[in-house]
């Protein structure tokens, strides 16, 4: 009878541990998708400020300041849910670094989206 009940004591042990890492992998996903939405969002959303025909004969700095304020709830929403991603990612970095990592991601998008406005820019003549 006890060898039974350490049995079974040791399949539900197993059985926890499994579901916990499959809940883990989860979340892990779900943060991951969640990030993943956020960034696409947040790229729609700069695109749609790309396009305007307001834009035509911006110079380079006045399109970058209008990038920088642009979709401010988009960019919100792109930051923390990096942010969350890389702490389920990376629990025992410091959350800074993880902040850090967000905004410099937040940044790099306004950097590629003025990029491809100054490519776009016909020649000065």
Same mark, same amino acid.
């Given at each position: 009878?006890?060898?039974?009940?350490?049995? =079974? #004591?040791?399949?539900?042990? !197993?059985?926890?541990?499994?579901?916990?890492? %499959? &809940?883990? +992998?989860?979340?892990?996903?779900?943060?991951?998708?969640?990030?993943?939405?956020?960034?696409?969002?947040?790229?729609?959303?700069?695109?749609?400020?790309?396009?305007?025909?307001?834009?035509?004969?911006?110079?380079?700095?006045?399109?970058?300041?209008? =990038? #920088?304020?642009?979709?401010? !709830?988009?960019?919100?929403?792109?930051?923390? %849910? &990096?942010? +969350?991603?890389?702490?389920?990612?990376?629990?025992?970095?410091?959350?800074?670094?993880?902040?850090?990592?967000?905004?410099?991601?937040?940044?790099?998008?306004?950097?590629?989206?003025?990029?491809?406005?100054?490519?776009?820019?016909?020649?000065?003549?």
């Amino acid at each position: 009878m006890r060898r039974l009940l350490v049995g =079974v #004591a040791l399949v539900m042990m !197993s059985s926890a541990a499994m579901t916990s890492s %499959a &809940l883990a +992998d989860d979340d892990d996903d779900s943060a991951q998708k969640l990030a993943k939405q956020g960034r696409d969002d947040y790229w729609r959303c700069l695109s749609r400020e790309y396009s305007r025909d307001s834009n035509q004969g911006r110079s380079e700095q006045d399109f970058g300041r209008s =990038v #920088a304020s642009a979709c401010p !709830s988009e960019r919100q929403h792109y930051r923390v %849910a &990096l942010l +969350d991603y890389l702490t389920t990612q990376y629990p025992d970095i410091d959350a800074g670094a993880h902040l850090a990592t967000a905004n410099r991601a937040v940044e790099a998008a306004q950097k590629d989206i003025v990029t491809a406005f100054v490519k776009r820019r016909p020649p000065v003549k």
